[in-house]
T-cell receptor
Framework: DQQVKQNSPSLSVQEGRISILNCDYTNSMFDYFLWYKKYPAEGPTFLISISSIKDKNEDGRFTVFLNKSAKHLSLHIVPSQPGDSAVYFCAASEGSGNTGKLIFGQGTTLQVKP | DVKVTQSSRYLVKRTGEKVFLECVQDMDHENMFWYRQDPGLGLRLIYFSYDVKMKEKGDIPEGYSVSREKKERFSLILESASTNQTSMYLC??????????????FGPGTRLTVT
């Protein structure tokens, strides 16, 4: 069963507008969450993370929000730029000691139109 | 910059062949991971290793094995390739301690086709 779910396979937004990517999880033991971005023909790259003790983390145009009661996190990109067009994966850690193991969602393809 | 390299970008193999995928990282990371990426399924963990000669099964280890003889190198082995192993294979590494343990650095991937 998928413990981390990204229910929207794709999202299209206009340049300059806000992009909101969503992620839901089922395991209440997850204690750290991350977003990765992947361009075609490249490996994913780390974008932003948030600990379960916080509800918001901001880095430039990127903000991640965590709602633990709803087991939901979201990534906001403001303003969106064409270079943000990529596949975005959310990931969660199992809190299983020092293995660094992550559970990834299915990914959401973001297209930012000029 | 962390660099994770994978031996091949594209690979075509026949059913039943033994396939080796190599991954090398240059940041002295303790943790290394092998994933496969399939449409609609995201990244699924095959195996990971937190030290030389140490390995643990991920979520989908069937049909695969791994080898880690040196800290910088982590190999994925398909014992007898099958068509359902056609996929994009991604290697990653991370440090062992602290919150940055979860920030994995990925290689560019190997697109494997089994015919």
């Amino acid at each position: 069963d998928q413990q981390v779910k990204q229910n929207s396979p794709s999202l299209s937004v206009q340049e300059g507008r806000i992009s909101i990517l969503n992620c839901d999880y089922t395991n209440s033991m997850f204690d750290y969450f991350l977003w990765y971005k992947k361009y075609p023909a490249e490996g994913p790259t780390f974008l932003i993370s948030i600990s379960s003790i916080k509800d918001k983390n901001e880095d430039g145009r990127f903000t991640v929000f965590l709602n633990k009661s709803a087991k939901h996190l979201s990534l906001h990109i403001v303003p969106s730029q064409p270079g943000d067009s990529a596949v975005y994966f959310c990931a969660a850690s199992e809190g299983s000691g020092n293995t660094g193991k992550l559970i990834f969602g299915q990914g959401t393809t973001l297209q930012v139109k000029p | 910059d962390v660099k994770v390299t994978q031996s091949s970008r594209y690979l075509v193999k026949r059913t039943g062949e033994k396939v080796f995928l190599e991954c090398v990282q240059d940041m002295d990371h303790e943790n290394m991971f092998w994933y496969r990426q399939d449409p609609g399924l995201g990244l699924r963990l095959i195996y990971f290793s937190y030290d030389v000669k140490m390995k643990e099964k991920g979520d989908i280890p069937e049909g695969y094995s791994v080898s880690r003889e040196k800290k910088e190198r982590f190999s994925l082995i398909l014992e007898s390739a099958s068509t359902n192993q056609t996929s994009m294979y991604l290697c990653a590494s991370s440090i062992l301690t602290g919150t940055r343990i979860y920030e994995q650095y990925f290689g560019p991937g190997t697109r494997l086709t089994v015919t």
